[in-house]
């Protein structure tokens, strides 16, 4: 069984600052990561997402995540956070195979402060 | 297009009693999940279906939570003897259901509240 473990459950920044969300996985079969990102009051979306191929992936709002199979981590990135990116930030795991049921992490609640 | 929509979007029901929660998933999707949102928690899964295969209940977390699934449309989840510790936002989700997308939409949520 996989699991997902998320070692910050609150990042309190300033606003241009970087930021790193912390996601570690543990599996014994190859996997597949996601990050999603619950805004107030809102339902969840997906961020961004690791299939295969390049083990760097951007979303479209700046965000980015890397892969790395050896140390079993997706951490998420920015390097200049807006107030607009305060949110519920989940990572999520699939294992490979014909069962795409999601395993996700307790989530990081980002808070961008002026 | 429309996305994953539940009903309702919030229900306070009794102790004891049974509730029916709706999903409607995205056209085309043949992949459908529940999950359960406690408060302060990450997401649970609870059930998947996939297509006409048997159901992965294996997140079920006891016999008082069924779900149904008609072809590749609405889903129902059912709670019988509702208990307080049941009292948590429960998401459905659809995908396509296919190795190179894997993502899942998901609905709004449905607030459950058993007082």
């Known amino acids: 069984a996989q699991s997902v473990t998320q070692l910050d459950s609150q990042v309190p920044v300033f606003e241009e600052a970087p930021v790193e969300l912390r996601c570690n996985y543990s599996?014994?079969?190859?996997?597949?990561l996601f990050w999603y990102v619950q805004y107030p009051n809102q339902g969840l979306q997906l961020l961004l997402k690791?299939?295969?191929?390049?083990?760097l992936v951007e979303s479209i709002n700046g965000f980015e995540a890397e892969f790395n199979k050896s140390q079993t981590s997706f951490h998420l990135r920015k390097p200049s956070v807006h107030i607009s990116d305060t949110a519920e930030y989940f990572c999520?795991?699939?294992?490979?195979?014909?069962?795409?049921?999601?395993?996700f992490g307790k989530g990081t609640l980002l808070t961008v402060n002026p | 297009g429309a996305g994953v929509s539940q009903s309702p979007s919030n229900k306070v029901t009794e102790k004891g009693k049974d509730v029916e929660l709706r999903c409607d998933p995205i056209?085309?999707?043949?992949?459908l999940y529940w999950y359960r949102q406690r408060l302060g928690q990450g997401l649970e899964f609870l059930i998947y279906?996939?297509?006409?295969?048997?159901?992965?209940k294996s997140g079920l977390p006891s016999d008082r939570f069924s779900a149904e699934r008609t072809g590749e449309s609405v889903s129902t989840l059912t709670i019988q003897r509702t208990q307080q510790e049941d009292s948590a936002v429960y998401l459905c989700?659809?995908?396509?259901?296919?190795?190179?997308?894997?993502?899942?939409?998901f609905g709004p949520g449905t607030r459950l509240t058993v007082t």
């Open positions: 989700a659809s995908s396509l259901g296919l190795a190179g997308a894997r993502e899942q939409y």
């Open positions: 599996s014994s079969v190859s996997v597949y």
């Open positions: 690791y299939l295969s191929g390049s083990t």
């Open positions: 999520a795991v699939s294992r490979g195979g014909s069962n795409y049921k999601l395993t």
């Open positions: 056209s085309g999707h043949t992949a």
């Open positions: 279906f996939q297509g006409n295969s048997a159901p992965d």
